[in-house]
């Protein structure tokens, strides 16, 4: 079979084809790469003719597809099966080359078609403490067990500077090695882990499905550990000004504020923590409050008070982020008064607590008012073999030790789901 020309009608009818695998080139007459790769494709077409169906489109005539499918160069090669993209490349040098591409695309789909045929005994959903102590805790049990995690070990833990609440680390632990040292330590006894991320959840059911950017994946029972993630402000331009003065984290974006102004905008646990160690690195750190006394545990108040660089608004909300094109400064409210008045800053960390990451699953789990899971000390969701660990369920304290303990408690009970009823 020849190449085919294809205009955007015909690309959209043959990249949903079922019988083959449909190879698209995206090029140019005026392409000297094109050109060169032209020998090397006629070949790939009458040698894979019987396996394969090759297009070429040509950009100039169709822009507008192009700028849809975000080709920047060409030549650009999509592969595509069953309507679903299983690899792109940019301008192999070589027939080799090219033919390396596609097997290597074909070889990734028979993979994810083997495993969204195999049914895990638990697939555990996120990489925090609560997720790899489950896994881990599986493993050892001989569940056949799969993690998964869209980034990196340790989920919002990986953030944290430093970790001195967790037992058996004298001197502390940041929390990426501490994230680290807990995938490690799950690995080591056969625990999978995959990058992914997690497109959808089907719940209900003897076998659960996961739907994941890599493919589906099948289990008997899941564990969800997708954690909280920090809530915002809700004032105009925040989303906007992120990276340009509005911040999430201080262990990760202090630093760039050094010697410099900061507002701090809670009054918990993590907004103290977040002005100690700003107040090591800025001139000034101001902390704003919606109440007259911080919410934070009482060990937290000593250092902050007695920190020369670090003052109080109490009773203050912030109402606007002033900016040109960075923060400049804050507007606050007087919660008694009502009286208004500007702060200027270099920028703002906002830490007035956290959202759970529940998306997933609100439509098929109970969750309270602010967003958790419903599950008790048990970790038992409404559904049977759905468990929630860690930060994602209602609990009276979310800490690392708390997020293990979860895990734990959650393939106790799994396990005695798996032989009761599978």
Known sequence: MSILHMNEEMYKQHIARTDKPVLIEFSAPWCSYC???????????????????????????????????????VPTLLLYQ???????????????????????????????????????????????????????????????????????????????????????????????TLGEKMRKGAERFGVQTQLTEVLSLVLSGEVKQVETSAGKLLGKTVVLATGASPRELGVPDEKELVGRG??????????????????????????????????????????????????????????LLHAENVSFRWNSTVTELLHEDKVTGVRLRDVQTGEESIVPCDGVFVSVGRKPATELVKDQLALDPAGYIIADESTKTALPGVFAVGDVRTKALRQIVTAVADGAVAVHYAEEYLTENV
């Open 35 to 73: 050109r060169r790769l032209a020998p090397a494709l006629d070949e790939i077409a009458a040698e894979y003719q019987d396996r394969l169906v090759i297009g070429q489109i040509n950009i100039d005539d169709e822009p507008t597809l192009a700028e849809q499918e975000k080709i920047e160069l």
């Open 246 to 303: 509005v911040n999430y984290c201080a262990a990760c974006d202090g630093m760039f504020y050094k010697g410099k102004t900061v507002v701090v905008v809670g009054g918990g646990n993590s907004a103290a923590a977040d002005a100690l160690l700003l107040s090591r690195v800025c001139a000034q750190v101001i902390l704003v409050h919606r109440r007259d006394t911080l919410r934070a545990t009482k060990i937290y108040h000593d250092p």
């Open 82 to 176: 069953n309507g679903r993209l299983l690899g792109s490349t940019v301008a192999p040098e070589s027939k080799a080359q090219l033919e390396s591409f596609i097997g290597q695309a074909f070889q990734q789909e028979q993979k994810q078609r083997e495993a969204s045929a195999h049914v895990y005994d638990m697939i555990v959903v996120g990489g925090g403490p609560g997720g790899y102590t489950a896994a881990l805790y599986a493993a050892r049990a001989g569940l056949d067990t799969i993690l998964l995690e869209e980034l990196s070990s340790g989920g919002q833990m990986a953030l944290t500077e430093q970790i001195d609440n967790y037992p058996g680390f004298e001197d502390g632990i940041d929390g990426f």
